[in-house]
């Protein structure tokens, strides 16, 4: 047992950790050149209007094609946090999301959706964080107020007053901020009225709990009624299923995002996606700017 192994230091000689202990290490090791050699790359998952199906938004995935195949950003990006490599890749993804929102508005003006990019706590603890985002919006020329930034509640919530202050001086570049896995930190009402954040990201393990029956209902109605009365917008992520939809729906979410409408895509197959939806736009849809 784990008991065991901690009061006798066992964990040297068991296998399995020292497995995971070296997967972790080569991870840490082939992150230092994967910028250089190219390896990263950036999937975009749309985010659906609930009532109309159009695409509002698109969320950056990073990807990696590593020397050893794919490394799923569940795995490697806790070691980039872990080892500090986080900084540089974070740049990377910024960079790279200020040149696609610069991209999709060229390709469809106001209608482009806008972009959300994820950024660790790590990153916002940078000194000089703030200059640098300016530095890569002035020279991308992307329009920040068509970026929101993913920060999971977690992180948020692990220094809060610390966070608050980062949140304050975000908020004058004109980028937004989302709550990422919303309902998994345990954060208070009281804390949330307190940050700079626009939208809540309600975490998929609540809208797996959906299935269960009315216990799941209540827990996501709760979290919708707790974004609206703090004028936050809401984002159900992980929807799969017809049946999740119309439960998100009638409780109200304004957006959804899950492999229901769409997976993580290429640019080419997002530019495809978002003509698709523009074509079948029944002008009834409310404007980006009461969505984000
Ligand atoms: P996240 O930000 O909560 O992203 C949502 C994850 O859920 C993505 O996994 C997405 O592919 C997956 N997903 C979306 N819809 C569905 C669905 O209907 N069913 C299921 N089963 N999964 C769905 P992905 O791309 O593997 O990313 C995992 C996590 O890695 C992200 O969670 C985020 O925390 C982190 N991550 C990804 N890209 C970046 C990045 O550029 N920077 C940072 N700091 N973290 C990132
Ligand atoms: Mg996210
Ligand atoms: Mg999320
Ligand atoms: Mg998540």
């Keep these: 047992s784990v008991k065991e192994r901690g009061r006798n230091g066992w964990e040297f000689f068991n296998p399995t950790l020292q497995e995971e202990a070296e997967k ?3 991870i840490s090791t082939g992150l230092r050149t ?7 790359y950036a999937r975009y998952q749309p ?6 199906g159009m695409i509002r938004g698109a969320e950056l995935l990073v990807r990696w094609r590593s020397s050893d195949g794919e490394i799923s950003p569940g795995v490697f990006i806790p070691v980039a946090e872990m080892t500090g490599a986080i900084i540089t ?5 910024f960079e790279e999301g200020c040149k696609a929102e610069r991209r999709w508005k060229a390709k469809f003006g106001e209608q482009a959706p806008y972009i959300t990019i994820n950024v660790s706590t790590r990153q916002l603890s940078e000194p000089l964080i703030i200059e640098e985002f300016q530095e890569i919006l002035a020279e991308t020329g992307a329009d920040p107020t068509r970026i929101i930034l993913e920060i999971t509640e977690t992180s948020l919530m692990a220094d809060v007053s610390a966070n608050r202050e980062v949140l304050n001086r975000l908020a004058t570049t004109g980028m937004r901020v989302a709550v990422d896995d919303f309902g998994t930190g345990y954060s208070s009402l009281a804390q949330l009225s307190r940050l700079k954040v626009n939208t809540l ?3 998929r393990e ?10 799941g209902q209540i827990v996501v109605s709760a979290i919708s009624r707790l974004a609206k009365s703090l004028k936050l917008k809401i984002v159900a992520e992980g929807v799969e299923t017809d049946e999740q939809r119309n439960t998100i729906r009638s409780i109200g979410c304004d957006l959804i995002q899950g492999y229901y409408y769409h997976p993580p895509l290429s640019e080419e197959a997002l530019f495809e996606a978002v003509s ?8 009834n849809e409310q404007p980006l700017k009461f969505l984000i």
């Design 24 to 26: 972790r290490l080569a």
């Design 206 to 215: 609540f809208v797996l709990g959906l299935d269960e029956g009315e216990e």
């Design 276 to 283: 698709t939806s523009l074509s079948q736009r029944t002008h």
């Design 201 to 203: 990201k309600i975490d």
């Design 34 to 40: 994967a910028i250089d050699n190219n390896e990263f």
């Design 47 to 52: 985010i659906v209007d609930s009532e109309s």
């Design 89 to 93: 890749i974070g740049r990377w993804v």
